[in-house]
């Protein structure tokens, strides 16, 4: 019962528990958010969108790299206010754009973004194929989607994430998925995980 409590906190945070768990996946997330950011390789100009932001420290990272663009969307309430008061200077700016909702409702813009990419985020898609679809058609002409997965392995043997919440996928299911929807993609990995860069082709 408390593993499945923890198990949704994971999905999205809410309440004092949220707050508290919240912290915890700031630090265990910092140092693959260190090397997915640095695979982005943020440009002037770029208009970059993360999906998941939680406490928006990557889209932070981002902006202080380069003069771009970044908005993104995370559907606990938690994350949102977080994110909002870490990057509230650039909001004011007009660099930064946070949005709070559930990314499959939300209203992408066509072949607008040249980057996106979410860690740890596609566990909780039922058909990786319909966001898989709805990612690449909002990127430009060979615009790149990054994804920070942890291997199966490692879900697995997790007592929090071996819920009938989270979708244990491996690496080849989200290579093939990708393929299936048009992006042709790499991987590497890194830490417990996997890092992916998908290209629209």
């Not at 993360?50 to 969307?73: F, M, N, P, R, T």
């Not at 430009?140 to 697995?156: A, Q, R």
């Not at 007592?159 to 990708?178: A, Q």
């Amino acid at each position: 019962m408390i593993n499945k409590a923890i198990a949704k906190q994971l999905k999205r945070p809410t309440g004092f528990l949220g707050k508290i768990l919240s912290k915890f996946l700031k630090r265990m997330n910092s140092e693959i958010y260190v090397q997915v950011i640095k695979d982005v390789n943020a440009q002037d100009g770029d208009r970059i969108f993360e999906i998941g932001y939680g406490h928006g420290s990557g889209i932070l990272q981002l902006v202080k790299i380069a003069d771009c663009v970044v908005e993104g969307i995370d559907f606990s309430e938690v994350m949102y206010k977080d994110a909002v008061k870490l990057n509230q200077k650039y909001i004011d700016k007009g660099m930064v754009s946070l949005a709070f909702g559930e990314f499959l409702d939300y209203e992408m813009k066509s072949s607008y973004f040249d980057k996106v990419f979410c860690v740890n985020v596609i566990y909780f898609w039922d058909d990786l194929q319909v966001p898989f679809l709805r990612i690449k058609e909002s990127l430009n002409e060979n615009g790149t989607f990054f994804i920070y997965m942890d291997s199966l392995e490692d879900i697995k043997n997790s007592r929090f994430t071996n819920d009938e919440m989270f979708n244990l996928y491996d690496i080849d299911f989200v290579l093939k998925s990708l393929e299936d929807v048009g992006f042709q993609s790499s991987y590497y990995n890194y830490g417990r995980g996997h890092i992916i860069m998908a290209i629209r082709t």
